[in-house]
């Protein structure tokens, strides 16, 4: 996927993660020297970020910020069809407007959704390309389409793609033998989990500037991942990578919608080429609804057998997913993994329809898998009368692939159910759910989550010493908001004895040192282990030279507080400074992640636990407190690693209670693409949120025992609301959003049953 | 977004004259929050925007022996923490804060409130031509409804979105419009609304060149109470999904007199007369105040995704009423 042209590519939306994230073992190389018994000054504190009060006072330059000399602004023409032919395009007439510089053709082939593109247009300005789009004459000759699940998986109805079924099968998995697990269960129970499409809402739109200068090509870009778009630019455009360069420095939001290369990216270049002039093209709060990716919806039935004892004997998932145009997400990983259970089994299944492609979502698959998952395994708890969290713990394991597989280097699972459990008071649970009385109903819930996270090895980053005192950490990788400059003038400053505000930190250009793309939780367990080799090298030449100032082995030289000291006798010190000043010119270390020791399997874990109140009168679900437990190795920055846990709650809940894309039968159109209508959390609904972090320090994963975080605190985080609102109104609300309707629906169900 | 010229009238006067030059397409412009939003999204083209703004004096709050008096410009934020309005019409403060948020009702006026249109998603894809654009067909009617009207639809399924407008139709307020040559024109607010049967393309009378200068408001008889209860799906932001803004005279815990006003429900704001009926002089139990919804919901005719309004209505009424004894 990363070489393929994204905008074709047919495979599944989470399937580089697999390849990425899961199988780096190949890579693998001696085993590595940890840092885990350091004491460190600066790591694992509270640290502002190095650029925050820039960010907040409205300093940084985003991409959408940006104004080159001579820039036009290109625009999209998009269909509004679901499907149709093209019969013909004009553009004669838009071209002729004043003002207009170019106007080129997007589309090859049909029309395959509502939104797609068909032509672009750069003008002087933003008026002038609008007005020009509305002068494009495009004939369709609309067909029949699809865009509702359980209508695309209708037989005869319209086919999506020429070759392909709509309900196409996928890689399933198993291990053991299901059917004889479920004979030795003691009680079988089948349940059905839904959760809608989920769209990328992020705060700055996508937005791209292209400029040529003879063959070399300049693109600043809202971008997750500078190096991908680089290299899939060169493969659409056909021109070597070596002549694009990708800069990126601010970004507002991306979670997986700008992983590679995006339409409006190739647009931008296609126009300034065309017409020689540096082109800025910037998604539309609707386009981004449309066009950029979005998380695939699923349908999981869920079959597990378990004994009185607590005993899971066999898990089978049949899940059905949609991605629109492209595939969509395997949900499955979390009930192969998490938890003991000897016989497994998938079926899955695409569907598709005649709406915009998928890309990854913040964990993708694994948000969706975690809600089936884990309200089953409270389902199946409760049809045994035991308590979740100790069903938990009954069938937890240290082995991957459900107890069958390999050891995982580090799993800290345990201690999140002991910090989580305390925090919230999970004795405070109602014990049979939804014994509750009255008009509000509290309950208490948790949910498990796991991810990978283990850094891709073979990144690279350097430490650039200057003589005159000055040190740059440098490296091709993105910060996209959460904090990867703070965290690398951490690990620099740390290793150097300085402080984070002494670093220059240089990332968001392709032509620096290769990082990989800003997702599936790569970047701080990748970047931060380059760094800190970069700089033990630093420190290490150093050393050699303070040695003879300080007349004592340079083993036996530490770099603390803007000095290099004798250790042991910080009286005999010289200041880093001066060392740096014998330098005669500028020198350069260069660091690098390495590879991961075979055998083991790197994860990340969490647990959260929540509490809510429903309204049942009303089916209004107010979340109370979440409390988060993480187990992602060494935190390198405690403040930012908190924000990242805040966010993905806030994320988690707000696709728990209200996010959906909601789709016209028959205009083949999204009705909602606009924040009136697609709903978002605000300010208003979110609780008092605990983050928390298991200390623990993975032995062998990288040089600071550290992994990652983007992914985890947004997996259990709509699951966990959904299982406390079943210990407050003892009905699982299988389905998110759990939208009112839904929760009165099911509460009227229930009192019908009675 | 077409282009268009702006007028700044200095008076009223110069309003309805501006209004009143033929063969041009106007639009009113009062905080601009609905409007820039529909011209920007291509639902409506006009050539020559009109700015209230630029007319002085046309936000106060005043009052006299009987009324109290609001003139159009006055924003949402000004009339919420308004003493007068505070003092005597609490369901007007409850519902004027509970609308959208402190950005939008900084801006946002009363009458732009008032004359707000629709946010049915089909009315507002500038790709879908409906009934209400001069098309054939409701889309709503057999498509994504759960939002959409459960009372007074037919034609067309919007809902009205304003929650200043059940608050004061519940206390029985008048409003003030200005025609052509200076022409005042006085009605009750309630009857201002006009369900889609009667105009498809509008949801209230005000004709093309006429504007909307005045709220009047007459002032409360002795024990009266009034409350307003939205029920939205998130905790700001947010239109109703079904709100109740009930007004009346309580005795001896009982209504001897009650108005009984909903948003969300309908293409206007609507009043439930059976619950009005049911529930003036009983006893203001729980059994009671749901049976009186029930009374009223005899009338409700839900689509496919907006049944579950009916229990909402129920639950509505029932949390607005046992706040006010
Ligand atoms: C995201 C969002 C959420 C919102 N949520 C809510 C909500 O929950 N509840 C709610 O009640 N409102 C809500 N609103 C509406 C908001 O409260 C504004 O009051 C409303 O948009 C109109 O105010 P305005 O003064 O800006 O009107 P404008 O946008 O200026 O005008 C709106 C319409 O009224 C006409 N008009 C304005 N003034 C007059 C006049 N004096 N005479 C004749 N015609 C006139 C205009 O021509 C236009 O058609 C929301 C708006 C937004 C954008």
Redesign the pocket.
């Given at each position: 996927m990363e070489k393929k042209d994204s905008r074709y590519a047919m495979e599944d939306s989470n399937l580089w993660y697999e390849t990425y994230a899961s199988d780096q073992t190949q890579h693998s190389s001696e085993a590595l020297s940890s840092d885990s018994d350091k004491k460190f000054k600066l790591i694992g504190k509270h640290i502002k970020r190095i650029d925050g009060k820039k960010i907040v006072t409205g300093k940084a330059p985003f991409t959408q910020d940006i104004k080159l000399k001579g820039m036009l602004i290109g625009k999209i023409l998009r269909s509004p069809h679901a499907k149709a032919e093209v019969l013909s395009i004009k553009l004669d007439v838009a071209k002729s407007l004043s003002g207009v510089k170019a106007a080129i053709l997007m589309i090859r082939g049909n029309i395959q959704y509502a939104g797609q593109m068909v032509a672009a247009v750069a003008a002087v300005d933003e008026k002038t390309a609008d007005k020009a789009l509305e002068l494009i004459k495009v004939e369709y000759k609309p067909m029949p389409f699809v865009v509702i699940e359980e209508k695309a998986r209708e037989e005869g109805s319209p086919q999506v793609h020429d070759k392909r079924p709509n309900v196409e099968q996928r890689r399933g998995y198993s291990r053991g033998d299901v059917e004889a697990g479920f004979g030795k269960a003691d009680v079988v129970i089948e349940r059905t989990y839904k959760t809608a499409v989920e769209i990328h809402q992020t705060a700055e739109t996508h937005v791209s500037i292209a400029k040529w200068q003879g063959e070399r090509l300049t693109i600043w870009d809202s971008t997750q991942a500078i190096h991908s778009v680089r290299d899939q630019l060169a493969e659409v455009l056909q021109i070597p990578a070596s002549r694009i360069k990708v800069i990126k420095q601010y970004m507002g939001g991306g979670f997986g919608s700008k992983l590679g290369l995006n339409e409006q990216t190739v647009a931008a270049s296609m126009l300034a080429k065309e017409t020689n002039r540096p082109v800025k093209v910037m998604l539309t709060r609707k386009a981004n609804s449309l066009c950029v990716g979005n998380r695939p919806s699923t349908f999981q039935t869920y079959k597990g057998g378990v004994k009185k004892d607590g005993t899971i004997t066999a898990l089978s998932l049949l899940s059905h997913t949609s991605g629109g145009i492209r595939g969509g997400d395997r949900s499955s990983e979390p009930m192969i993994d998490v938890h003991k259970c000897e016989n497994a089994k998938v079926e899955d299944y695409n569907i598709y329809m005649n709406t915009g492609p998928s890309k990854p979502t913040r964990a993708p698959g694994l948000v969706q898998g975690t809600f089936g998952l884990e309200g089953f395994i409270e389902e199946l708890a409760n049809e045994i009368g035991m308590d979740p969290l100790e069903f938990r713990k009954k069938n937890y394991t240290t082995k991957n692939r459900g107890g069958t597989g390999i050891p995982y280097s580090s799993k800290g699972l345990d201690k999140a159910y002991e910090i989580g459990a305390k925090q919230i008071g999970w004795h405070k649970r109602n014990k049979v759910p939804g014994e509750g009385k009255g008009r509000i109903r509290r309950g208490i819930g948790m949910a498990a989550g796991i991810w990978w996270g283990a850094g891709s090895p073979g990144t690279l980053a350097d430490v650039k010493l200057h003589p005159d005192g000055s040190v740059e950490a440098v490296c091709g990788t993105q910060d996209i908001g959460c904090g990867t400059r703070t965290h690398m003038a951490i690990v620099t400053a740390e290793t150097l004895g300085l402080e984070p505000k002494d670093i220059t930190v240089k990332l968001g250009n392709s032509d620096y040192p290769w990082a990989p793309l800003s997702g599936g939780s790569l970047t701080t367990p990748s970047v931060a282990p380059a760094l800190r080799d970069a700089a033990l090298k630093a420190a290490e030449h150093l050393k050699g030279m303070a040695a003879s100032k300080l007349k004592v082995s340079a083993s036996s030289i530490v770099c603390e507080n803007f000095t290099f000291q004798e250790k042991g006798n910080p009286k005999n010190a010289t200041p880093f400074k001066e060392v740096l000043g014998d330098l005669s010119h500028e020198i350069v270390f260069h660091g690098e992640r390495k590879g991961l020791p075979e055998g083991y399997a790197y994860n990340t874990f969490g647990a959260h636990f929540a509490e809510v109140e429903v309204d049942t009168m009303t089916g209004m679900i107010k979340v109370i407190k979440v409390v988060a437990v993480h187990d992602s190795g060494r935190i390198i920055n405690k403040l930012t690693a908190e924000s990242q846990v805040i966010g993905g709650i806030t994320q988690g809940l707000s696709t728990a209670l209200f996010e959906q894309r909601i789709m016209d039968n028959e205009t083949g159109r999204m009705v909602n693409p606009n924040l009136?209508d697609y709903k978002i959390a605000t300010s208003m609904d979110i609780p008092e949120i605990v983050p928390l972090f298991v200390d623990s320090v993975d032995p062998r994963i990288n040089i600071l025992g550290t992994k990652g975080l983007g992914e985890p605190p947004r997996i259990p985080a709509s699951a966990v609301i959904a299982n406390s609102v079943y210990n407050a109104i003892g009905i699982h609300i299988r389905e998110i959003p759990m939208t009112p309707d839904k929760v009165l629906q099911a509460l009227k169900e229930k009192e019908v049953a009675r | 977004m077409k282009e268009f010229k702006i007028a700044q009238p200095k008076s009223l006067d110069q309003v309805t004259s501006l209004l009143s030059q033929k063969n041009t397409d106007y639009?009113?412009?009062?905080?601009?929050?609905?409007?820039?939003?529909?011209i920007k999204n291509k639902i409506i083209a006009p050539e020559v925007v009109i700015d209230?703004k630029s007319v002085p004096d046309l936000s106060t709050i005043k009052m006299d022996k009987t009324h109290v008096s609001i003139d159009?410009?006055t924003?949402?934020a000004d009339l919420a923490e308004n003493p007068i309005i505070r003092e005597n019409f609490p369901v007007l403060v409850e519902a004027a804060l509970?609308?959208?948020?402190p950005q939008?009702?900084n801006?946002?006026?009363v009458?732009?409130?008032l004359?707000?249109?629709p946010r049915c998603w089909y009315y507002r894809d500038p790709d879908t031509i409906c009934r209400k654009k001069g098309g054939s067909r409701c889309f709503a009617l057999r498509g994504r409804n759960r939002y959409h009207a459960i009372f007074g639809g037919g034609m067309c399924y919007i809902v009205h979105?304003?929650?200043?407008a059940p608050a004061l139709i519940s206390l029985d307020a008048e409003i003030t419009i200005n025609g052509l040559e200076g022409k005042k024109n006085i009605l009750r607010l309630e009857d201002f609304f006009t369900l889609p049967q009667n105009n498809v393309r509008k949801e209230n009378v005000?004709e093309a060149r006429?504007?909307?200068?005045e709220i009047r408001i007459p002032l409360p008889k002795n024990g009266s109470k009034s409350t307003y209860y939205k029920f939205?799906e998130r905790g700001t932001?947010?239109?109703?999904v079904v709100s109740a803004a009930i007004s009346g005279v309580i005795s001896g815990g009982v209504f001897r007199d009650i108005k009984i006003v909903c948003g969300g429900l309908a293409p206007i704001p609507w009043r439930l007369k059976k619950a009005e009926d049911f529930i003036k002089g009983k006893n203001l139990t729980e059994e009671v105040i749901k049976q009186g919804a029930k009374e009223a919901l005899t009338d409700a005719r839900p689509l496919e995704e907006n049944t579950y309004k009916m229990g909402l209505v129920e639950a509505v009424l029932y949390t607005a009423i046992s706040s006010m004894i």
């Open positions: 009136r | 639009a009113l412009m009062a905080g601009g929050t609905d409007l820039l939003d529909e209230l159009a410009m924003c949402v509970s609308l959208a948020s939008l009702r801006v946002g006026t009458g732009g409130n004359c707000q249109r979105p304003s929650d200043l005000l006429q504007v909307l200068s939205k932001w947010d239109f109703a």
